[in-house]
């Protein structure tokens, strides 16, 4: 980004939401919040601003701007980013976001929501995981004013963004041709991430490591909670995957006090800590069958599957090492020995985790929130 480019920007009033015709305010004896400063532009409490934010240009000298919308409620309260799309082909994430955008409970938003639904807008267009680099944007935070395009990017998004912020949810899913189970990745023993990996409420969380110049780990070293939402598989919406994202988000700012606690529902579900996991991979090369669901809970000498050689009788039956839960599963029949088939979790309780997943999974399928949350409601005061 050249430095004299300026953010673009649209300001709204919290009041009008798209959808409420209710009384804006009320006058409340309660600390109201300070005006909130992001990229070099003020927004006043009760208000909602679309920023433009210059972040890089096309070989063609077009501008790339880095959409941000900042939501700063009346109320004093956390700065919360919700971002997506860090990997370009990621969807399910900006799916999410779009979603969140039209809650009528966000005129009761206390302390400033700041979205971000693509992040990666080279790979989102290129409907890529990587920018034209050939880099993985989630290895090169905090980044470098005077790196390559990835590396540039992430010192824009990280400097003038996430910076802001004092907590994070990152939105992601498997990598194309993966499926993901719903769930949560957090570093629990970092002080503030277990109160949110915990409040997103899903059956699942995996207890990860960081990994060095990643988001969680980056952001991590600023002192600020971040976790990571991963469902689905890249390029593809997956109803249940947004449905679950949505729910977990309101859910955390509720915990966080962000949000009023009965405006809207949550689909709850206890959590359960995976502290590991490991993948199986393809012992010979051929066409790949699954045999197993992801949510399923597997023990030693399961059946997960079968690899066949196209044009023989030659077959392997893949049997389970070690008990545990699928959290991904591999959608490519055409494999190489050695590529990952099925990421496994290990829990204590792997039969109530499976009772737990099924259970969320039905709850979330009866959830209407497509409906309630996109058409206009009446949001009772
Ligand atoms: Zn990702």
């Given at each position: 980004?050249?430095?004299?480019?300026?953010?673009?920007?649209?300001?709204?009033?919290?009041?009008?939401?798209?959808?409420?015709?209710?009384?804006?305010?009320?006058?409340?004896?309660?600390?109201?919040?300070?005006?909130?400063?992001?990229?070099?532009?003020?927004?006043?409490?009760?208000?909602?601003?679309?920023?433009?934010?210059?972040?890089?240009?096309?070989?063609?000298?077009?501008?790339?701007?880095?959409?941000?919308?900042?939501?700063?409620?009346?109320?004093?309260?956390?700065?919360?980013?919700?971002?997506?799309?860090?990997?370009?082909?990621?969807?399910?994430?900006?799916?999410?976001?779009?979603?969140?955008?039209?809650?009528?409970?966000?005129?009761?938003?206390?302390?400033?929501l700041v979205l971000v639904p693509v992040v990666n807008?080279?790979?989102?267009?290129?409907?890529?995981?990587?920018?034209?680099?050939?880099?993985?944007?989630?290895?090169?935070?905090?980044?470098?004013?005077?790196?390559?395009?990835?590396?540039?990017?992430?010192?824009?998004?990280?400097?003038?963004?996430?910076?802001?912020?004092?907590?994070?949810?990152?939105?992601?899913?498997?990598?194309?041709?993966?499926?993901?189970?719903?769930?949560?990745?957090?570093?629990?023993?970092?002080?503030?991430?277990?109160?949110?990996?915990?409040?997103?409420?899903?059956?699942?969380?995996?207890?990860?490591?960081?990994?060095?110049?990643?988001?969680?780990?980056?952001?991590?070293?600023?002192?600020?909670?971040?976790?990571?939402?991963?469902?689905?598989?890249?390029?593809?919406?997956?109803?249940r995957s947004i449905v679950t994202g949505v729910r977990?988000?309101?859910?955390?700012?509720?915990?966080?006090?962000?949000?009023?606690?009965?405006?809207?529902?949550?689909?709850?579900?206890?959590?359960?800590?995976?502290?590991?996991?490991?993948?199986?991979?393809?012992?010979?090369?051929?066409?790949?069958?699954?045999?197993?669901?992801?949510?399923?809970?597997?023990?030693?000498?399961?059946?997960?599957?079968?690899?066949?050689?196209?044009?023989?009788?030659?077959?392997?039956?893949?049997?389970?090492?070690?008990?545990?839960?699928?959290?991904c599963v591999s959608n490519m029949p055409l494999v190489?020995?050695?590529?990952?088939?099925?990421?496994?979790?290990?829990?204590?309780?792997?039969?109530?985790?499976?009772?737990?997943?099924?259970?969320?999974?039905?709850?979330?399928?009866?959830?209407?929130?497509?409906?309630?949350?996109?058409?206009?409601?009446?949001?009772?005061?």
């Amino acid at each position: 980004m050249k430095k004299e480019q300026t953010p673009a920007m649209t300001t709204t009033k919290l009041s009008s939401p798209g959808t409420d015709q209710s009384p804006s305010v009320k006058s409340r004896k309660r600390s109201r919040a300070s005006p909130f400063e992001i990229v070099g532009q003020i927004v006043q409490p009760g208000e909602r601003t679309q920023i433009d934010l210059p972040a890089s240009n096309l070989y063609t000298h077009t501008p790339l701007n880095l959409p941000v919308e900042v939501i700063h409620g009346r109320s004093p309260g956390p700065t919360m980013l919700i971002c997506a799309a860090i990997h370009g082909d990621e969807l399910n994430g900006v799916e999410i976001i779009r979603r969140m955008r039209s809650f009528g409970s966000l005129k009761h938003l206390h302390g400033t929501l700041v979205l971000v639904p693509v992040v990666n807008q080279f790979g989102f267009i290129h409907q890529s995981r990587y920018l034209p680099d050939r880099r993985d944007l989630n290895r090169c935070f905090p980044g470098s004013e005077q790196g390559s395009i990835a590396s540039r990017v992430a010192n824009i998004f990280f400097t003038q963004i996430v910076s802001r912020c004092t907590h994070i949810i990152d939105l992601h899913t498997a990598a194309v041709n993966r499926d993901n189970l719903p769930q949560v990745r957090a570093a629990l023993d970092e002080p503030g991430v277990r109160e949110m990996a915990e409040g997103f409420s899903i059956p699942v969380i995996i207890n990860s490591g960081l990994i060095e110049n990643s988001l969680r780990c980056e952001a991590g070293k600023l002192g600020i909670p971040i976790i990571t939402y991963e469902a689905g598989e890249a390029l593809r919406l997956n109803e249940r995957s947004i449905v679950t994202g949505v729910r977990g988000i309101v859910s955390v700012m509720r915990i966080l006090g962000m949000l009023p606690s009965k405006r809207i529902k949550t689909v709850r579900a206890e959590p359960y800590i995976a502290n590991s996991s490991s993948w199986f991979r393809a012992s010979m090369d051929g066409i790949f069958r699954p045999l197993v669901k992801l949510g399923s809970r597997i023990k030693v000498g399961d059946t997960l599957g079968v690899i066949s050689a196209p044009f023989s009788s030659e077959e392997t039956v893949l049997t389970a090492a070690f008990d545990g839960i699928i959290i991904c599963v591999s959608n490519m029949p055409l494999v190489n020995e050695g590529e990952a088939l099925f990421h496994i979790a290990r829990f204590d309780k792997a039969g109530a985790v499976e009772e737990e997943i099924a259970a969320h999974e039905s709850n979330i399928e009866e959830d209407r929130l497509y409906d309630i949350e996109t058409v206009p409601v009446t949001v009772n005061d």
